[in-house]
């Protein structure tokens, strides 16, 4: 037998335990992540058929709102699902194996969310400090190379994270202390060397999260210089457009940092209080962006006005043309 596989052979499934204070109340715990769960299906995907389904939405940037909006329900129905149903069984068991793979799609997504934030940002400087060059800047092929980047970038780096991960030693307590097999909750039940592990983490959190914040805070602050030089009437549309995006990347990045780095850092915070921070750093801004980029802006709030028109028009004229209208007979007088 190979010397790896009989390492992990030391624990090959483990059980999650999220919320150890609220053990007794974790079917009821189950309904306000239902009810969000259904709410970032329903927002999100309408929010994409929408843009979908008008030409007049196929900019850049509302793909990329798009594209944001479909990381965001991969990433939560990864996780929230077999959460849920956890919570109504006696034990929630996850495989090794089973373990790393969610590992490795939900850092994944949420690192691909990341790129996509910056993304958007490159875009709102390049429209409003560089206008006359955004046709040639922000093209189909840009975008392609962009995505492209996006993927390998994610993909290679938490492959290495998920690999170093598996290498390790896990004889210890079984208990995942979260709801999902976060990085760090399944690292601490490692009873080998985990400073590789460790310092693994750090070095995503300071790819995603350090690089990727600071080249934001660039484009905001040239976005700023340049919104400041700009009449009062397109300087408050560039500040509510900004204002959205930058709404969505504090949501994301501060609950983020705060979850990795209290375990990295040795924070002390409850059990409870963890598992809520990680699950609010995956659903937290899928809940909001259909909220944000749905009523918040302009065009996409307009292109649901529009399409549910065209469909209520649409059903109004199936149900006029199966009436049938009886001839009026007059009676004798």
């Known amino acids: 037998m190979d010397p790896l596989q009989d390492r ?52 850049p940037m509302h793909l990329l709102i798009s594209a944001l909006c479909l990381v965001d329900v991969l990433a939560v129905s990864a996780i929230i699902p077999r959460m849920l149903v956890g919570f109504f069984s006696e034990q929630d068991h996850i495989s090794l194996a089973g373990c790393l793979l969610q590992m490795f799609v939900a850092h994944f997504l949420s690192s691909l969310e990341s790129t996509l934030l910056l993304a958007m940002a490159l875009d709102r400087y390049v429209a409003i400090c560089r206008p006359l060059r955004y046709a040639d800047v922000i093209n189909p092929r840009a975008a392609l190379k962009l995505c492209a980047f996006a993927v390998l970038r994610s993909c290679s780096i938490m492959l290495a994270l998920v690999a170093l991960a598996g290498s390790l030693t896990f004889c210890g307590s079984s208990v995942i202390l979260h709801c999902y097999c976060d990085h760090m909750a399944l690292v601490s039940l490692a009873c080998g060397d985990t400073g590789r592990s ?107 006005y529009k399409v549910f028109n065209v469909k209520a028009k649409d059903n109004m004229a199936v149900k006029v043309t199966s009436i049938k209208v009886s001839p009026i007979v007059k009676e004798p007088g």
């Open 8 to 59: 992990n052979l030391s624990h090959s499934s483990f059980v999650f335990l999220g919320f150890p204070e609220l053990s007794r109340h974790l079917r009821l715990l189950a309904l306000p992540f239902s009810l969000s769960y259904g709410w970032v299906l329903l927002g999100n995907l309408l929010l994409v058929h929408v843009v979908r389904s008008l030409p007049s939405l196929h900019s």
């Open 198 to 304: 460790n310092a693994m983490g750090l070095a995503v959190i300071g790819c995603f999260v350090g690089g990727d914040i600071s080249l934001i805070f660039l484009s905001y602050v040239c976005i700023l210089r340049a919104v400041l030089r700009t009449p009062h009437g397109d300087r408050w549309k560039a500040f509510h457009t900004c204002g959205t995006h930058l709404m969505v990347m504090m949501c994301f990045y501060l609950v983020g940092s705060v979850t990795f780095l209290s375990h990295n850092l040795h924070i002390p915070i409850s059990t409870s209080g963890n598992t809520f921070m990680g699950l609010a750093y995956i659903l937290l801004p899928a809940t909001v962006n259909p909220v944000i980029y749905g009523v918040r802006t302009k065009e996409i709030r307009n292109g649901f």
